[in-house]
């Protein structure tokens, strides 16, 4: 397991964007497959965005496609998550997630995931 320490986050309004950023402590970025993943007040934890360890190969949630884009710097030893045009229904704690699995190049499947960050809070009013 790595420890991961997110960034960003915060309120806005419908229409703007976010950028939420994530980087693994001690430990090179490169090594891990990485995905977003949100859990709005009483719903489960649900499947935003993943990126395979190249940056070659990203997989989106039907829900946040043309809005969201994930990104990876390897060198910067970060991913990001940028959020434009958000809605109201795009409120919830977004969490990233590192894989460190070889034999997957992404995966949108929350318990393959090995480590996970704090949690951030994004609203986003109406």
């Known amino acids: 397991q790595v420890q991961l320490v997110q960034s960003g986050g915060g309120l806005v309004q419908a229409g703007g964007s976010l950028r939420l950023s994530c980087a693994p402590s001690?430990?090179?970025?490169?090594?891990?497959?990485m995905g977003w993943f949100r859990q709005a007040p009483g719903k489960e934890r649900e499947f935003v965005a993943t990126?395979?360890?190249?940056?070659?190969?990203?997989r989106y949630a039907d829900s946040v496609k043309e809005r969201f884009t994930i990104s990876r710097d390897n060198a910067k030893n970060t991913v990001y998550l940028q959020m434009n045009n958000l809605k109201s229904e795009d409120t919830a704690v977004y969490y990233c997630?590192?894989?460190?699995?070889?034999?997957?190049?992404?995966?949108?499947?929350?318990?393959?995931?090995?480590?996970w960050g704090q949690g951030t809070q994004v609203t986003v009013s109406s």
């Open positions: 001690g430990r090179p970025l490169s090594n891990y497959i």
């Open positions: 997630a590192a894989d460190v699995t070889l034999s997957r190049e992404v995966t949108a499947i929350a318990m393959l995931y090995t480590s």
């Open positions: 990126i395979s360890r190249s940056g070659g190969m990203t």
